[in-house]
């Protein structure tokens, strides 16, 4: 990246982080109170606390939910674990907590902008890229869910987001080494594993999202990068397997496609095998057409 490029894409993300502080000595009182706002926030205030107290466990049923019957925590645990891990390694004790939730979501959109940075560089030039930074950090709801105080989880999701598609924009891309194919594929394994652990909505990013790149890699009838996408699905599934088994039922059942469920676990197990049986007849008679090897898939699935 050129010196000019990075200044100006350094310049954007320091905009983004300002226009999410805006208001902060709203958020900070003098006596040391943190006024985070109402709502899904100061849930996350709560379950970061007792994950601060109890690290590296976490809060999966809570007895304050659901009057006095108490019910399992709808989210999962990776958000709250990191904002708990933050808070221990500043050592400023479990009042650190309320801090790192109020200026997450500044500090987010300072490492979102990068992403949709490189995401658009794929595709276009340097100046373009810029651009889509530059919306992407005066975006109003983005900054309104990622204001400083407000620590819903929302402003984690579109970085992740923003940070998933630059990678898989780059995994479809023509002309990528081996060595860059492979750092790439794990790359989209941790941001798939983040956010299947991160989000209990995941799937509407997962299952649309990992689905579009397992059709391009068929119709690029590629069975190296088709392979390496499948074991980074399996992969990931293995790891959300491990948290649903040792988590109470959701309240939508076992296969609940809005809480961290089997369901999860079974999408993106069913992806993973399809992709490595489509790339096994791929590399023992290659489709004729792009839509020939994306129809493979498809019946695959």
């Known amino acids: ?37 109402l709502g899904d926030g100061a849930y996350h205030a709560r379950l ?3 994950a601060y107290a109890n690290f590296p466990r976490f809060l999966d049923f809570d ?32 009042d ?21 940075f490189a995401a658009t560089r794929v595709l276009a030039g340097a100046g373009t890229a810029l651009a889509a930074a530059a919306i992407f950090a ?12 407000n620590g819903d989880h929302h402003a984690f999701v579109a970085t992740l987001a923003a940070i998933w598609l630059a990678l898989a924009l780059d995994f479809v891309a023509p002309g990528r080494s081996r060595a860059r194919l492979a750092a790439v ?26 689905g579009a790149v397992a059709v391009a890699c068929a119709a690029l009838g590629d069975v190296r990068r088709s392979a390496w996408l499948g074991a980074g699905a399996l992969a990931s599934a293995a790891v959300a397997a491990g948290f649903v088994a040792s988590m109470p039922t959701p309240l939508g059942g076992p296969f609940s496609s809005t809480i961290l469920s089997w ?27 792009p839509v020939a090897g994306a129809a493979r898939l498809a019946g695959v699935g």
């Open 96 to 116: 650190a907590v309320p801090r790192v939730l109020a200026w997450a979501g500044p500090v987010l959109g300072l490492l979102a902008v990068p992403a949709v």
């Open 263 to 289: 369901l999860h676990v079974a999408i993106e197990t069913a992806l993973g095998v399809s992709l490595l049986a489509s790339a096994a007849l791929e590399a023992r008679r290659p489709a004729a057409s």
């Open 1 to 37: 990246m050129k010196p000019g490029v990075a200044a100006a894409l350094a310049f954007v993300a320091l905009c983004c982080f300002g226009i999410r502080a805006t208001g902060f000595e709203n958020v900070f009182a003098p006596n040391g109170v943190v006024l985070l706002d």
């Open 185 to 210: 594929a794990c790359g989209l394994f941790a941001v798939r594993t983040a956010m299947l652990l991160g989000w209990n909505g995941s799937l509407l990013y997962l299952g649309i999202a990992d």
């Open 138 to 149: 005066s975006f109003g709801s983005a900054n309104i869910y990622g204001a400083v105080g």
């Open 48 to 50: 970061a606390s007792w």
């Open 63 to 94: 007895w304050y939910l659901a009057g006095s019957l108490g019910a399992p925590v709808p989210w999962p645990p990776l958000y709250d674990l990191l904002v708990a891990g933050v808070a221990r390694a500043l050592g400023a004790g479990v």
